[in-house]
Structures are given as structure tokens and as C-alpha cells.
């Protein structure tokens, strides 16, 4: 079992360099250039907020699953936007060997379960494939026409893009969207219906992307965002659900993780190691989760709260498994890293086990089993010399 997990790990490590992927588009705020991964969180969250939109016969559980992972192979080939020059057939060539190189990482099973997933969203030919495409024609395009001052530049390719580009399709395969579209575009009023309603939200859950936390990505070049790190943990409870305390349903995590952190574009993120008022933090949450879940049509408002709630609350097998995920994502990275976060709040590894091992052995404890001889072994290396020296 420890060489399968040390395989599943060495993938979820290699996947962090997809936030070091930059793409042509920006946030809609137009501060900088969007990475493949906090794209990626953000396709997984359409997924969910347009799963009443999707036919009878699509998955959107699959269609999430797909959105995880469909831009992994950029870690390799890099992002090559639609508006430029490229050998298409090359490039498909070049990613197939990069999902093979990556996703053979992973132990067989799971490779080959990860790699025919990738293929089948790259094939576009079934009904969870073509939703999960389209939706990945849609962010783009919304992300530019959602802005308050968008670059002209990207007003044009947009244009392009639905007037006679890869977006055109649109106008038949999902008619409501491209009508909003075109309307944005022609500066038109635009008509309230079940697409135009969940377009608020998607574009102030984008704001997720600015959130920057306590941590540092495994490059350590720079601190993480709340959107790529909801992604990865996303991946990571994916990955290693078999390791589960209990039996999970892993569609279910997925979810929660998906919407676990949305709350910080209003409360912002509280390091585990900072100083925090609990109450008052709790309160700014209540309250963000309120507003922001509150944008969404009632039913989804519901449901959207019940699964933040449930996380929150780390009852459930679901969401205690949820919750050890998320603390065991950071100290992989820290390890990598030199320290990281722990450096920075000069915290000792009995810190770090009162704060980290009761959540991650009450989901997992074969993951704590893993991890702990290895921070004891790292911060055995700084007993002479201090994290933060």
C-alpha cells in the first residue's frame, strides 16, 4: 500500500505545476493572466451550476470529472490559444504522449481509468464529453463579456469566436448561452432565463481566484490562490479515495470541495497558524455564503448551503473525509517547498500534529500513517537550525 500511495503522490505532485500554466485569457477583473488549474476549478463549478441545463443522458458527475482533468496536459504542451497559428494535428499528438507520461504516474488501474477519461473528453463524441466541451467553449467567452472594461483585443477574438469560431456552434447545441453571448456583445438588454440567472454567480465566484493563502505553491515561487487550490484538493480526494476511512461517495466530496472555499471572496482566508477569531470568522462565512450562494436560483441556493454546511460541520463520512484532504494537501507542499507556510508562522511539528493529524485520521488515517515519519523527519532536519533562519 505505501508504494501505491507514494505513486498516487508523486501525480498530485507533478499536477501542481498546472498553476504555473498561464492562458491567454484574464480575470475578469483584468489584474493578470489566468493559470490551467484555477481554469480548470472554475469549469468544474459551470458543470455544477449548469447541471439543470445539461440533456437527460448527461452525467454531470462525469462532466466535473472530465473538467479536472482536461488541461493536465498542459503541464507538458503549454496552452495554445484558439486565435493563434497551430499545427492541431501536432499538437494532438504532443498531448496524447503527455497523458500518457503523466497519468502513467499513477498506479495502472487508475492510469488507465484517468487517461480513457481524458481521451473521451478529447474525442467529443459522448453526451458528457460534448457538455463538458461545451461549457469549455462558454467560460472564455463569458469571462471576457462579463467584465466591466474588458480588453478590446479580447472583445474581438470573442466575436470572432462566436460568429464563425469554435464558439458558433453554440447557437445550436446551447442556443441560451449564445443568445446571452451575443447579446453582451451587441451591448443589447439581456432576456432573464435559466442561463442568464447563474451567469452572476459564476462571474463573482472568479474573485476566488484573487484570494491568495497562507501557502506556497510546490515551486514556492509564490503563494497559492483558493481557486487552484480547491482544484487540487479536488484531484487529491480523487485520487485517493480508496484510502478513505469509511466508504465515501466520491462525486459527493468532489462537490464539497468544489464549493468549500467560495466563502473566502467575502471572509478571505484564515491560516490554520494565525491569529483568528473564531466566532467573528465564522460569522463573516455565514454571512458570505449567504450572499454568494444566494445569487443562484433557490433550489441550487439550497442545496449549494446544505453541501458548504455539511462540510463545515465534518459529521459525514463524506465530509470528514473532505476535510482530511484539505489538510493534507498543504504539508505535501510545504515538504516540497522547504517549509513554507510552517517557516513563515515558525510553527514546531507539535503544532503541526494538533492542528493537522485529528482531521486527517478521522477521514484518513492511512494518510496521516504515510505522512507523519516524513515531517518528523523534516523538522528533525531543523532542530538546529530554525525554520525561519
Same mark, same amino acid.
Given at each position: 500500500?505505501? !508504494?501505491?500511495?507514494?505513486?498516487?503522490?508523486?501525480?498530485?505532485?507533478?499536477?501542481?505545476?498546472?498553476?504555473?500554466?498561464? @492562458?491567454?485569457?484574464?480575470?475578469?477583473?483584468? %489584474?493578470?493572466?489566468?493559470?490551467?488549474?484555477?481554469? %480548470?476549478?472554475?469549469?468544474?463549478?459551470?458543470?455544477?451550476?449548469?447541471?439543470?441545463?445539461?440533456?437527460?443522458?448527461? %452525467?454531470?458527475?462525469?462532466?466535473?470529472?472530465?473538467?479536472?482533468?482536461?488541461?493536465?496536459?498542459?503541464?507538458?504542451?503549454?496552452?495554445?490559444?484558439?486565435?493563434?497559428?497551430?499545427?492541431?494535428?501536432?499538437?494532438?499528438?504532443?498531448?496524447?504522449?503527455?497523458?500518457?507520461?503523466?497519468?502513467?504516474?499513477?498506479?495502472?488501474?487508475?492510469?488507465?481509468?484517468?487517461?480513457?477519461?481524458?481521451?473521451?473528453?478529447?474525442?467529443?463524441?459522448?453526451?458528457?464529453?460534448?457538455?463538458?466541451?461545451?461549457?469549455? @467553449?462558454?467560460?472564455?467567452?463569458?469571462?471576457?463579456?462579463?467584465?466591466?472594461?474588458?480588453?478590446?483585443?479580447?472583445?474581438?477574438?470573442?466575436?470572432?469566436?462566436?460568429?464563425?469560431?469554435?464558439?458558433?456552434?453554440?447557437?445550436?447545441?446551447?442556443?441560451?448561452?449564445?443568445?446571452?453571448?451575443?447579446?453582451?456583445?451587441?451591448?443589447?438588454?439581456?432576456?432573464?432565463?435559466?442561463? %442568464?440567472?447563474?451567469?452572476?454567480?459564476?462571474?463573482?465566484?472568479?474573485?476566488?481566484?484573487?484570494?491568495?493563502?497562507?501557502?506556497?505553491?510546490?515551486?514556492?515561487?509564490?503563494? *497559492?490562490?483558493?481557486? !487552484?487550490?480547491?482544484?487540487?484538493?479536488?484531484?487529491?480526494?480523487?485520487?485517493?479515495?480508496?484510502?478513505?476511512?469509511?466508504?465515501?461517495?466520491?462525486?459527493?466530496?468532489?462537490?464539497?470541495?468544489?464549493?468549500?472555499?467560495?466563502? *473566502?471572496?467575502?471572509?478571505?482566508?484564515?491560516?490554520?497558524?494565525?491569529?483568528?477569531?473564531?466566532?467573528?470568522?465564522?460569522?463573516? !462565512?455565514?454571512?458570505?455564503?449567504?450572499?454568494?450562494?444566494?445569487?443562484?436560483?433557490?433550489?441550487?441556493?439550497?442545496?449549494?448551503?446544505?453541501?458548504?454546511? *455539511?462540510?463545515?460541520?465534518?459529521?459525514?463520512?463524506?465530509?470528514?473525509?473532505?476535510?482530511?484532504?484539505? @489538510?493534507?494537501?498543504?504539508?505535501?507542499?510545504?515538504?516540497?517547498?522547504?517549509?513554507?507556510?510552517?517557516?513563515?508562522?515558525?510553527?514546531?511539528?507539535?503544532?503541526?500534529?494538533?492542528?493537522?493529524?485529528?482531521?486527517?485520521?478521522?477521514?484518513?488515517?492511512?494518510?496521516?500513517?504515510?505522512?507523519?515519519?516524513?515531517?518528523?523527519?523534516?523538522?528533525?532536519?531543523?532542530?538546529?537550525?530554525?525554520?525561519?533562519?
Amino acid at each position: 500500500m505505501t !508504494e501505491r500511495l507514494s505513486a498516487q503522490i508523486a501525480f498530485l505532485k507533478r499536477a501542481d505545476m498546472l498553476k504555473m500554466v498561464e @492562458r491567454a485569457n484574464v480575470l475578469l477583473n483584468q %489584474s493578470r493572466p489566468e493559470n490551467s488549474a484555477e481554469h %480548470s476549478w472554475h469549469l468544474a463549478l459551470w458543470a455544477l451550476v449548469m447541471a439543470p441545463l445539461a440533456g437527460p443522458d448527461v %452525467s454531470i458527475d462525469r462532466v466535473i470529472r472530465m473538467l479536472l482533468l482536461h488541461d493536465l496536459v498542459e503541464i507538458v504542451v503549454g496552452d495554445h490559444p484558439i486565435h493563434l497559428e497551430t499545427d492541431w494535428d501536432h499538437l494532438a499528438e504532443a498531448e496524447q504522449a503527455a497523458a500518457s507520461e503523466l497519468f502513467g504516474l499513477l498506479p495502472r488501474d487508475q492510469a488507465q481509468t484517468f487517461l480513457s477519461l481524458w481521451q473521451e473528453f478529447e474525442s467529443d463524441q459522448t453526451p458528457d464529453a460534448q457538455f463538458a466541451k461545451i461549457l469549455d @467553449r462558454c467560460q472564455p467567452l463569458f469571462q471576457v463579456l462579463c467584465a466591466s472594461d474588458p480588453h478590446p483585443d479580447h472583445v474581438k477574438i470573442a466575436r470572432a469566436n462566436l460568429d464563425g469560431g469554435r464558439a458558433a456552434y453554440l447557437s445550436q447545441v446551447f442556443p441560451l448561452a449564445y443568445h446571452h453571448a451575443t447579446a453582451l456583445l451587441a451591448g443589447s438588454p439581456t432576456e432573464e432565463n435559466a442561463f %442568464s440567472t447563474r451567469i452572476a454567480f459564476l462571474a463573482e465566484a472568479d474573485k476566488l481566484k484573487s484570494v491568495v493563502r497562507a501557502s506556497r505553491l510546490m515551486a514556492g515561487d509564490r503563494f *497559492e490562490n483558493s481557486a !487552484e487550490h480547491s482544484w487540487h484538493i479536488m484531484l487529491y480526494a480523487w485520487v485517493l479515495a480508496e484510502h478513505a476511512q469509511s466508504e465515501i461517495n466520491v462525486d459527493r466530496v468532489l462537490q464539497m470541495l468544489l464549493l468549500h472555499d467560495i466563502v *473566502e471572496i467575502d471572509a478571505g482566508d484564515h491560516p490554520i497558524y494565525g491569529q483568528v477569531n473564531h466566532a467573528e470568522q465564522e460569522a463573516m !462565512e455565514q454571512a458570505a455564503a449567504q450572499r454568494l450562494f444566494g445569487l443562484l436560483p433557490d433550489m441550487q441556493q439550497a442545496h449549494f448551503t446544505d453541501m458548504w454546511l *455539511e462540510f463545515e460541520a465534518a459529521k459525514s463520512t463524506d465530509a470528514r473525509f473532505a476535510k482530511a484532504v484539505d @489538510r493534507f494537501q498543504t504539508p505535501i507542499a510545504n515538504l516540497e517547498n522547504g517549509g513554507g507556510s510552517w517557516a513563515d508562522y515558525n510553527v514546531t511539528l507539535a503544532q503541526l500534529k494538533a492542528r493537522v493529524e485529528p482531521s486527517i485520521t478521522a477521514g484518513a488515517p492511512e494518510l496521516w500513517n504515510w505522512l507523519h515519519p516524513q515531517l518528523a523527519a523534516f523538522f528533525q532536519s531543523f532542530e538546529a537550525t530554525p525554520l525561519d533562519a
